[in-house]
């Protein structure tokens, strides 16, 4: 019998990821909240995905599409949460009523952080006990809708960093993966440097027009605080030009900005964002440059340049991303040292 997966979201990679494991042979059912509806509103009435582009492709039949979460879990076998980093918090809240032991819940992706916020929330609230709960660095893909039914699988990653909580044998531990968290060297830096541009023409390549060579000299700074975050925690190190290559986003080239401008089938076409309010920003200041500083910190290890682009992301968003981005308190690491947390993040919460 077919495994049965059950797809939180409605959004880019979740209709990659469902029509991806239907046309694998997967039973997919995908739930969006009810104020989001419109992104699901027509695979409702057909029940079908047309999937183009590279991997799977044709037309996958959906299961089941709903509103209805507790009709959207019943019988599954793997619960899939695929959404933007800020909503994570919320859908851990969302599985309270319904979640039990024995079930399983796959971040795609974790981000920075969302393993930790899903088995603190859970754990808050006596849920956690016999949840298994696992994460992955990025989405699987990189993707894109092409209208209401159709999405365009632009590229299938060749390495996904993949960890459980708590850790099982043969992987390190979801702090890694949060640490791999490509976005938070890649997104909100350019959009911050590029950030009059994208207001005043409301049309932009963020890889192609974005990211000039000085402004992947930024990049390669917060990639380097992020490595530094990672040998605390004594992590091999994998530098964001090695981790693309691996994946197969782009060449390896010798700077950062060459393998940007390298992957001529992937990030180079891709359009947008085009106003201040995309999830380059809104999502991945907050909830990851804000969960790597704060860790930074809490740790001893200098971050500068995050720190900056964190001050002015906030700055043209109007928001404190230090208050509503995702805080130590939130993932429950708020206070501890460098063991303690290797301690949370092999063993759990005990």
């Known amino acids: 019998m077919a495994t049965n997966v059950c ?16 046309l694998r042979g997967y039973r997919v059912t995908i739930y969006e909240n009810e104020c989001f509806k419109s992104n699901v509103f027509d695979i409702m009435e057909t029940g079908i995905i047309h999937c183009v582009g590279v991997g799977p492709v044709g037309d996958a039949k959906i299961y089941k599409v709903t509103c209805d979460l507790a009709d959207a879990l019943s019988d599954v076998d793997v619960i899939m949460p695929i959404a933007p980093a800020y909503a994570q918090e919320d859908m851990a809240k969302a599985l309270l009523p319904y979640i039990k032991s024995g079930d399983k819940i796959v971040l795609t992706p ?50 996904i960093f ?13 702090l890694e993966t949060s640490l791999n968290n490509g976005n938070a060297v890649s997104h909100p830096a350019p959009v911050v440097l590029n950030a009059g541009k994208i207001e005043y023409y409301g049309k932009h390549y963020h890889y192609k027009e974005g ?30 030009r090695e981790r693309l290559y691996r ?13 940007y401008q390298g992957s001529i089938d992937v990030f180079i076409p891709i359009e947008g964002p085009d ?9 991945d200041a907050p909830c990851s440059l804000v969960a790597m500083a704060e860790i930074a910190k809490l740790v001893g290890v200098a971050t500068p340049v995050m720190d900056s682009i ?11 991303f230090w208050t509503t981005g995702r805080t130590l308190e939130k993932m429950g690491l708020n206070g501890m040292a460098v063991d303690e947390i290797k301690e949370l993040v092999q063993r759990g919460y005990k």
């Open 110 to 159: 974790g981000s920075t952080g969302g393993a930790l916020i899903f088995a603190k929330v859970l754990h808050d609230n006596g849920k956690l006990d016999g949840v298994k709960i696992a994460e992955m660095h990025t989405l699987p893909y990189a993707t894109r809708k092409v209208d209401s039914c159709t999405v365009n699988i632009i590229l299938m990653c060749k390495m």
């Open 162 to 174: 993949f960890a459980a909580f708590p850790a099982i044998e043969l992987v390190t531990d979801v």
């Open 310 to 320: 964190k001050v002015l992301a906030s700055t043209l968003r109007s928001e404190n």
């Open 7 to 22: 797809i939180m979201g409605g959004g880019n990679g979740a209709f990659a990821a469902a029509a991806d494991l239907s």
């Open 211 to 240: 990211i000039t060579p000085s402004v992947a000299k930024v990049n390669e700074k917060i990639d380097e605080e992020r490595l530094a975050i990672a040998s605390v925690f004594r992590y091999t190190p994998v530098n964001a």
């Open 247 to 259: 994946m197969g986003y782009c060449p390896m080239k010798n700077t950062l900005y060459e393998s």
């Open 275 to 283: 106003d201040l309010g995309s999830r380059y920003l809104t999502e």
